[in-house]
C-alpha cells in the first residue's frame, strides 16, 4: 500500500450523464463533469454548444431529458429555480437584470429577500423584530458592496453606472443570497479590458476570500485561461473535453471545434 495519501479533491457539483433534447435537436448529449469545492470552472464551447442549456439545468429552468445534477450530494433534478437558489446556488445572466431606477443599496437588499425571515412588508411597517432584521441586511449589503468595490456607489441607481459597474452590482447582488455556488453567465461580455482585468481580479478574491466556487460560461478565453482552475469545452452538446487550461489549450479536438467555427484557437483571442 503506497503511503502517499491520494489529495482527494471534494466536488460541490456533480453534473451526471445529462441530456436535453428540444424537438429534433440535442442540445445536451450525455454530458458529464464535476465542480470541486474552492475552484473557477469554466464551461466553453462555440455558440449553440449547450452552455447556456447547462446552466438553465443546473438552475432549475429546465428540466432534463436524463441524467442527474447533485450539490452537495442533494439531487437537484427537477427543482423549482428559488428551490435551488435556496439551496445556494446564485447565479448571473448574460442580460444584465437589475432595477435601474433603483439604488445600488435597494438592488443588493432585493437579492437577500430569500433570506428574509419577517420580509420586507413587515419590514416597510416598522415592526421592532423586522426592523433588527433589516438592520442586518443593510450591513451585510453594504460588507458585500464594499467587498465588490461599490462602497462609495449605494445610492446611486443601477442604471447611471458605468457598465463594469453595473455587471459588479449583479455579482454582488448573486452574493447577497449567501450563496455555496455562484453561476456566472459570460460575465466579460460586453467589457472593455480594463473592466475585464477587474472581473478577473473579482472572481479570483470571490474563490480565494469568500471560499465560494464558481462556475462560468466565458467566450472571453484571455480571461478563462488566465482565471480558470478547470474548464469543461462542449461543441454541437457533446463534452470534448475535461482538464486544466493548459491541457484545454492543447487538445487537437478542441482546435478542431474553434477552428472548424470561426478559425480562432482557444489559446488566441
Ligand atoms: N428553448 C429552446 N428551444 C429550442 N431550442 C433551443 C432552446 N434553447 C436552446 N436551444 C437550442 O439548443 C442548442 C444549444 O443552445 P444554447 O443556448 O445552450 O447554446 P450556447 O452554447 O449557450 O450558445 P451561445 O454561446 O450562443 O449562447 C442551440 O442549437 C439552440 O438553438
Redo the contacts with the bound molecule.
Keep these: 500500500m503506497s503511503t502517499h495519501a491520494a489529495t482527494t479533491v471534494t466536488s460541490i457539483l456533480s453534473v451526471d450523464t445529462i441530456t436535453v433534447r428540444?424537438?429534433g435537436?440535442t442540445?445536451l448529449d450525455n454530458v458529464s463533469f464535476e465542480v470541486a469545492d474552492a475552484s473557477v470552472h469554466a464551461v466553453i464551447?462555440?455558440?449553440?454548444?449547450?452552455?447556456?442549456?447547462?446552466f438553465n439545468v443546473i438552475s432549475g429552468v429546465y428540466s432534463p431529458d436524463a441524467g442527474t445534477v447533485r450539490f452537495n450530494g442533494t439531487d437537484l433534478t427537477s427543482r423549482a429555480p428559488h428551490a435551488i437558489a435556496r439551496l445556494g446556488i446564485a447565479r448571473t445572466f448574460?442580460n444584465i437584470a437589475l432595477l435601474n431606477t433603483e439604488s445600488v443599496e435597494d438592488n443588493l437588499l432585493l437579492g437577500r429577500h430569500l433570506l428574509t425571515r419577517t420580509g420586507f412588508v413587515a419590514a416597510g411597517l416598522r415592526l421592532p423584530r423586522s426592523r433588527n432584521e433589516e438592520r442586518r441586511h443593510r450591513a451585510r449589503v453594504r460588507e458585500i458592496a464594499a467587498f465588490v468595490g461599490l462602497a462609495e456607489r449605494l445610492d446611486i441607481p443601477v442604471g447611471t453606472l458605468p457598465y463594469g459597474d453595473q455587471k459588479r452590482v449583479e455579482i454582488a447582488r448573486a452574493l447577497c443570497l449567501e450563496p455555496a455556488l455562484l453561476l456566472l453567465d459570460e460575465p466579460a461580455a460586453g467589457m472593455n479590458a480594463h473592466e475585464t482585468a477587474g472581473l478577473a481580479h473579482l472572481v479570483r478574491d470571490i474563490r480565494d476570500e469568500l471560499e465560494i466556487p464558481i462556475l462560468l460560461?466565458e467566450?472571453d478565453m484571455g480571461l478563462v485561461m488566465g482565471i480558470a482552475d478547470r474548464v469543461s469545452v462542449?461543441d454541437f452538446?457533446r463534452l470534448i473535453a475535461d482538464g486544466t487550461p493548459n491541457q484545454i489549450q492543447r487538445d487537437p479536438e478542441v482546435q478542431r471545434a474553434y477552428l472548424g467555427v470561426d478559425g480562432a484557437e482557444p489559446g488566441v483571442h
Aim: net charge positive; proline share 5%; aromatic share 6%.
Design positions: 428540444f424537438a435537436l442540445a464551447g462555440p455558440n449553440g454548444a449547450g452552455k447556456s442549456t447547462l448574460q460560461i467566450h462542449l452538446g
